[in-house]
Nanobody, 129 residues
């Protein structure tokens, strides 16, 4: 089964930056989204950003717009989430999802029952002063 692997999390102070990486093997689909979700204690999991495999179209939730940037290194099959000016509200467990079944982020509304919906184990990001 496809299993993304996240890396790059950690503990930082407000205003600092982290770059998360999601690595995954290629699979049968060639048109899909790769998304980052996050979940904070007591809050529902939410999609933060996503990028399209074909044309690199990106979407961001308003809370991270202009601070986070998602990108893809096709030569390495890695998706990154650059997180700048981190704030305590960004604290949570971040998950990489390849070809999510359901996705709402920014202006994107996506639902595809046949999606692979491959979730990583999650990686912690802690922002505190």
């Amino acid at each position: 089964q496809l299993r993304p692997v996240e890396s790059g999390g950690g503990s930082v102070q407000p205003g600092e930056s982290l770059r998360l990486a999601c690595t995954f093997s290629r699979f049968s689909s060639d048109d899909y989204w790769v998304a980052w979700f996050r979940q904070a204690p007591g809050k529902e999991r939410e999609a933060v950003s996503c990028i399209n495999s074909v044309d690199d179209t990106t979407h961001y939730t308003s809370a991270v717009k202009d601070r986070f940037s998602i990108s893809r290194d096709r030569s390495k099959n890695v998706v990154y989430l650059q997180m700048n000016n981190l704030q305590p509200a960004d604290t949570g467990v971040y998950f990489c999802v390849v070809d999510p079944k359901n996705l709402r982020v920014g202006s994107l509304y996506w639902s595809h029952s046949r999606s692979v919906d491959a979730w990583g184990q999650g990686i912690r990001v802690t922002v505190s002063s």
